[in-house]
T-cell receptor, first 117, second 109 residues
Framework: KAGVTQTPRYLIKTRGQQVTLSCSPI?????VSWYQQTPGQGLQFLFE???????NKGNFPGRFSGRQFSNSRSEMNVSTLELGDSALYLC????????????????FGAGSRLTVL | GIQVEQSPPDLILQEGANSTLRCNFS?????LQWFHQNPWGQLINLFY???GTKQNGRLSATTVATERYSLLYISSSQTTDSGVYFC???????????FGSGTRLLVRP
């Protein structure tokens, strides 16, 4: 069973540009979550999607957005990049049903490492 | 929201030693996971353990939900155990997993 696939793995952008990151979940998984990891702030929740609906959003500015497609693949976009957006962006998928409670074992991809110059 | 605290922040061991990592959480949870982050950044699932005890080889974990803490035990540590260990928890009413700040483990040969 293939794992969570994130592309691209590495990318370099300049301030003001925008970036789109992609995440393909494990086959059959319907929930996709995104996290940002920086040395200063640690791992922070960005958003979670289930069946193309955003269920929850973390405390990030509107420059951070995402979406999920009917095949459960997800993309996140960051517009007007700032130096502080340099981070490892991690995507996780789970087979969680619509219910909040219950097992929700997250499996993470290898991440997309973004450097903003 | 829920707070997750891990201790110790850093740990240096000699190969073969045992260690215990702790995770405290501030509210009742329905999901608690332990992860190992390798040097390339990948988070590897170790345990899903909202309560009880589990073992997997040299690793085991115990969560005492009523006292709001979880422990990760590493026995006979190896250099390949080096990396950062995270615990993450989720409250009943939320979809998001909250991570602790991690324990950075270095196992020396």
């Amino acid at each position: 069973k293939a794992g969570v696939t994130q592309t691209p793995r590495y990318l370099i952008k300049t301030r003001g540009q925008q970036v789109t990151l992609s995440c393909s979940p494990i086959s059959g998984h319907r929930s996709v979550s995104w996290y940002q990891q920086t040395p200063g702030q640690g791992l922070q929740f960005l958003f979670e999607y289930f069946s193309e609906t955003q269920r929850n959003k973390g405390n990030f500015p509107g420059r951070f957005s995402g979406r999920q497609f009917s095949n459960s693949r997800s993309e996140m976009n960051v517009s007007t990049l700032e130096l502080g957006d340099s981070a490892l962006y991690l995507c996780a998928s789970s087979s969680r049903t619509g219910a909040v409670s219950g097992a929700n074992v997250l499996t993470f991809g290898a991440g997309s490492r973004l450097t903003v110059l | 929201g829920i707070q997750v605290e891990q201790s110790p922040p850093d740990l240096i061991l000699q190969e073969g030693a045992n260690s215990t990592l702790r995770c405290n959480f501030s509210d009742s949870v329905n999901n608690l996971q332990w992860f190992h982050q390798n040097p390339w950044g990948q988070l590897i699932n170790l345990f899903y353990i909202p309560s009880g005890t589990k073992q997997n080889g040299r690793l085991s974990a115990t969560t005492v939900a009523t006292e709001r803490y979880s422990l990760l035990y590493i026995s006979s540590s190896q250099t390949t155990d080096s990396g950062v260990y995270f615990c993450a928890a989720r409250m009943d009413s939320s979809y998001k997993l909250i991570f602790g700040s991690g324990t950075r483990l270095l196992v020396r040969p």
